[in-house]
């Protein structure tokens, strides 16, 4: 069974400070995504990594995916209240020979305080 | 381009009602997915669409049906709704695939209670 594992699940951050949140996943995906998601709110894509090795840096977000360890990282530097929201990450599904289709972590909530 | 759309964006249904959620995109995307989102459970795949007059099952499909009669419009039916499918659900598409990527687009999400 594919399955795709996050954690932390909750986590709880001062401002300023830094912090790593895992995904770790079961197949042998080259690909993996990360989405973002406010409260009420719809999925926004933050990054798709597309090889092992890939980094990709956005504001203080930095995405990492190390497809031999099945694992992949989203590091936060120095935290901001407004990256309080949650995280998921997803990879490629194989229903019916990789029709498009994505798994998905349960997410990590994040909230940052003062 | 208005993306992915979805209507209605709330709905109460009682037990053993029907209804049909919308899903319509304008980036003229092959594939189109239903997903629901529970707390602590992240996202499930209902069903899929990977091209017109094409549907499929996903993880949780019981109690839903689906259609997709046109390209842009992604159909999802209860016919008879039970409490147990009171969530959040979120239409999704992607471009037919590429070498690169299926990073999908989501809808802004229906919520629907079941009473």
């Known amino acids: 069974e594919l399955k795709v594992e996050q954690n932390p699940l909750f986590l709880s951050m001062q401002e300023g400070k830094n912090y790593t949140i895992y995904c770790n996943y079961s197949t042998t995906s080259d690909r993996l995504y990360w989405y973002r998601q406010d409260p009420g709110k719809s999925l926004e894509s933050l990054f798709v990594?597309?090889?092992?090795?890939a980094v990709k840096q956005e504001g203080r977000l930095m995405a990492s995916l190390d497809t031999k360890a099945r694992l992949s990282t989203l590091h936060i530097t120095a935290a901001v209240h407004d990256l309080s929201a949650t995280y998921f990450c997803a990879v490629d599904g194989d229903y019916g020979g990789s029709q498009g289709n994505l798994i998905f972590g349960k997410g990590t909530k994040l909230s940052v305080k003062p | 381009n208005a993306g992915v759309t979805q209507t209605p964006k709330f709905r109460v249904l009682k037990t053993g009602q029907s209804m049909t959620l919308l899903c319509a995109q304008d980036m003229n995307h092959e594939y189109m997915y239903w997903y629901r989102q529970d707390p602590g459970m992240g996202l499930r795949l209902i069903h899929y669409s990977v091209g017109e007059g094409t549907t499929a099952k996903g993880e949780v499909p019981d109690g839903y049906n689906v259609s997709r009669l046109k390209k842009q419009n992604f159909l999802l039916g209860l016919e008879s709704a039970a409490p147990s499918q009171t969530s959040v659900y979120f239409c999704a598409s992607t471009l037919r695939r590429t070498r690169l990527t299926y990073e999908q687009y989501f809808g802004p999400g229906t919520r629907l209670t079941v009473t």
């Open positions: 990594l597309l090889s092992n090795g």
